[in-house]
């Protein structure tokens, strides 16, 4: 499949880098991102070329974006108090959560399976209490952007004003899946990044039968990929430069990735 796939997409043979920028400093609130990454490039003596893609972590861009909440200023919902007993979780937490999403789609001890509002299914709304430092030693919790495609663009923009080269950009965060264990890197936000390969009709296999159920999340790929050099503990390396695809980059949306209510056989 890879000699079909190569002249399809008019790949190089198949070899990508994969490079943590190393160095950048802790993000605070309402720091440049897109300064901060091409300062990182020139540090670490990197020359982006046009069509690589840069995955960002999307702790750093809620951070940068003043996503942290402490969950002293939440007062929580009667609906929030009641979800919290069955959980076994914060109310604060909860009620944060409940803010974030559209609807709540499973409850167990420990978990709130929600439709974020941003159309992701996902536990606890991305809402996030790991690895998040507090000045006052306050609770504090960390939310998803308001809309990570914009944030993705605004740092396309910087990089392109900047260097005249255009390069696409993934926000990145981690997921667990349905019907598998363990969480892996999923795209959250993009610019300028294929998000999904429909092969469906266009290609035949390497016995020239036509895919017909064939569908790549390529933004999801990129994101799974990068998350394996950024690392999941910590905030040291949370941007990363993925080289070697050649594909051109597009206006594709990350809501291309989300499958349908009416598809999702888990509703």
Same mark, same amino acid.
Do not use: Y
């Given at each position: 499949?890879?000699d079909l796939?190569?002249?399809h997409?008019?790949l190089?043979?198949p070899s990508? +880098?994969l490079? $943590? =920028?190393?160095?950048?400093?802790l993000i605070e609130? &309402?720091?440049? /991102?897109? !300064?901060?990454? #091409?300062s ?7 020359i ?7 995955a ?5 861009v809620?951070?940068?974006?003043g ?5 002293s200023?939440?007062?929580? +919902?009667?609906? $929030? =108090? ?6 076994n979780k &914060?109310?604060? /937490?909860? !009620?944060l959560i #409940? ?10 001890d420990?978990?709130?399976?929600v439709e974020?509002r941003?159309g992701?299914?996902?536990a606890?709304?991305?809402v996030?209490?790991s690895n998040i430092e507090?000045?006052?030693?306050d609770?504090?919790?960390?939310l998803?952007p308001?809309?990570p495609?914009?944030s993705a663009?605004?740092i396309?923009?910087q990089?392109?004003?900047k260097?005249?080269v255009d ?10 899946r349905a019907?598998?264990?363990?969480t ?5 936000g993009s610019a300028?990044?294929?998000?999904l ?6 290609a035949k296999?390497?016995?020239e039968?036509e ?5 790549i ?6 994101a ?7 690392g ?6 949370p941007?990363?430069l993925?080289q070697?695809l050649n594909?051109?980059?597009?206006e ?5 990735l ?10």
């Amino acid at each position: 499949g890879h000699d079909l796939f190569a002249m399809h997409f008019k790949l190089k043979p198949p070899s990508i +880098s994969l490079t $943590a =920028l190393t160095g950048l400093p802790l993000i605070e609130k &309402d720091d440049d /991102l897109g !300064e901060l990454i #091409l300062s990182g490039l020139a540090d670490n003596k990197i020359i982006i070329e046009t069509n690589d893609v840069v995955a960002v972590a999307q702790k750093i861009v809620s951070k940068a974006e003043g996503r942290l909440v402490s969950l002293s200023d939440v007062d929580p +919902s009667q609906d $929030a =108090l009641d979800i919290a007993h069955q959980t076994n979780k &914060d109310p604060r /937490l909860v !009620e944060l959560i #409940l803010q974030e999403s559209n609807e709540v789609i499973r409850i167990s001890d420990g978990v709130i399976i929600v439709e974020h509002r941003l159309g992701h299914v996902l536990a606890n709304a991305g809402v996030d209490r790991s690895n998040i430092e507090s000045k006052n030693k306050d609770e504090v919790a960390l939310l998803l952007p308001l809309n990570p495609d914009e944030s993705a663009m605004r740092i396309k923009d910087q990089i392109k004003e900047k260097t005249g080269v255009d390069v696409g950009i993934i926000i990145t965060d981690s997921i667990g899946r349905a019907w598998r264990l363990g969480t892996i890197g999923h795209a959250i936000g993009s610019a300028g990044v294929k998000t999904l390969m429909d092969l469906r009709f266009k290609a035949k296999d390497l016995f020239e039968r036509e895919l017909q159920v064939t569908c790549i999340a390529w933004a999801d790929q990129l994101a799974a990929a990068a998350s394996l050099v950024m690392g999941e503990t910590n905030e040291a390396t949370p941007v990363v430069l993925i080289q070697g695809l050649n594909i051109d980059s597009t206006e594709d949306s990350i809501q291309d990735l989300i499958r349908p209510k009416k598809e999702d056989l888990f509703r």
